[in-house]
């Protein structure tokens, strides 16, 4: 995690400081103590937006297990979910380049490959690989402090909470039989929906490009919950018996970078 961050405030420095040559209009001026003199054009702009974005979303680490009520749970090695391009959209209000600011957003993070090997297990001797795909749908409420304008830039850090709703494939699995080597039959886990609580930490920094457009580039730790597959038989009865295996993930989380306008109201 630590790497993410400091990759994420690495490039929050190199957008700020290869903006700050650049002039921009009032918009973001109105609470700023180091203001540069520039005429502001504050008040025939509300402070109410709408704003969209798009971006990358970098999975973290996360666990996965296979358990049945039957034998001992098999952890899941090697266990990783893909990075996914990420959409959002939403409408918020602030104060100004100095305050508080909070809006409203949906986002849509694109189909993600899920993928581990299943260990072995004692009484059920097929360990082999997984694969799935997951989708993420979220609804978050955010609340943001603006800085204060710095050269043209407003630096900003926020919190957000919400729901994150997930949509898993069916688990498919490549059993071996440790016996003789060779592949055993195997069945799918049907997949599953869930909805979780979700909540994330962000940071970032704004640019007026116009009289009415903001552009937003930030950084976000995000907390998407848990997911987890509807129970059924991995092996084929030709190869055991039926376990009632369910596939689950614990606390899905990423790190994501995002680039968007917001764009303001006529006053």
């Not at 790497?3 to 690495?10: D, E, H, I, R, T």
Request: aromatic share 10%.
């Amino acid at each position: 995690m630590r790497y993410f961050v400091k990759s994420g405030l690495a490039v929050a420095a190199v957008c700020l400081w290869s903006m700050s040559t650049a002039s921009a209009g009032g918009l973001l001026e109105r609470g700023s103590s180091m203001k540069d003199a520039m005429p502001s054009h504050y008040g025939s702009v509300s402070r109410c937006y709408v704003r969209g974005d798009v971006g990358y979303s970098v999975a973290g680490d996360v666990d996965m297990e296979v358990s049945s009520p039957l034998y001992t749970q098999s952890s899941v090695t090697d266990s990783d979910i893909d990075g996914a391009w990420l959409g959002e959209i939403g409408a918020g209000c602030g104060s100004g380049s100095r305050g508080f600011r909070a809006d409203f957003t949906l986002g849509y993070r694109g189909e993600q490959d899920v993928s581990g090997y299943k260990t072995d297990r004692p009484g059920f001797h097929f360990p082999g690989d997984l694969s799935s795909k997951v989708s993420t749908l979220t609804a978050m409420a955010n609340v943001y402090y603006d800085f204060g304008l710095f050269r043209n830039i407003v630096p900003y850090v926020g919190v957000g909470i919400g729901v994150a709703h997930h949509d898993l494939s069916d688990i498919s699995f490549s059993l071996v039989n440790t016996g003789t080597g060779a592949p055993a039959p195997s069945n799918n886990l049907s997949g599953s929906k869930a909805t979780n609580f979700a909540w994330s930490l962000m940071a970032g920094a704004a640019y007026q490009i116009s009289e009415r457009a903001v552009l937003d580039v930030g950084y976000r730790y995000i907390n998407l919950g848990d997911v987890s597959s509807q129970r059924g038989h991995i092996c084929s009865t030709s190869c055991g018996t039926g376990s009632n295996d369910q596939f689950s993930t614990d606390d899905i989380t990423a790190h994501e970078f995002k680039v968007g306008l917001r764009f303001h109201f006529g006053g």
